[in-house]
Nanobody, 115 residues
Framework: QVQLVESGGGLVQPGGSLRLSCAAS????????MDWYRQAPGNEREWVAR???????NYVDSVKERFTMSRDNAKNTVDLQMNSLKLEDTAVYYC?????????WGQGTQVIVSS
């Protein structure tokens, strides 16, 4: 049984930072590509970042140079360090993994960027 649990969201002022974490069970995170998505109110869910099993990463253009996705193999988590946060980063953030053709999502963690 694969389970993903996100944490680390909260309220932050523009320009601030947050670090999100996605704790996985039922899989070894280093064996899979994993993604962060986000969904703002009234918008479709948007892909944000991916970490591949080799540790390389990709990002949507809007977060490049501000967000960094990483993996902690000891804790079996994938993390998203978010710096220089903007109002438009406000969303629920989800992690996702695909295993044997089945997609698993976490429950999400809310990030609110507001002054």
């Amino acid at each position: 049984q694969v389970q993903l649990v996100e944490s680390g969201g909260g309220l932050v002022q523009p320009g601030g930072s947050l670090r999100l974490s996605c704790a996985a069970s039922g899989i070894i995170v280093s064996s899979y590509s994993m993604d962060w998505y986000r969904q703002a109110p009234g918008n479709e869910r948007e892909w944000v970042a991916r970490i591949f099993s080799d540790g390389s990463t990709n990002y949507v253009d809007s977060v490049k140079e501000r967000f960094t996705m990483s993996r902690d193999n000891a804790k079996n988590t994938v993390d998203l360090q978010m710096n220089s946060l903007k109002l438009e980063d406000t969303a629920v953030y989800y992690c996702k993994v695909t295993r044997w053709g089945r997609i698993y999502w976490g429950q999400g963690t809310q990030v609110i960027v507001s002054s």
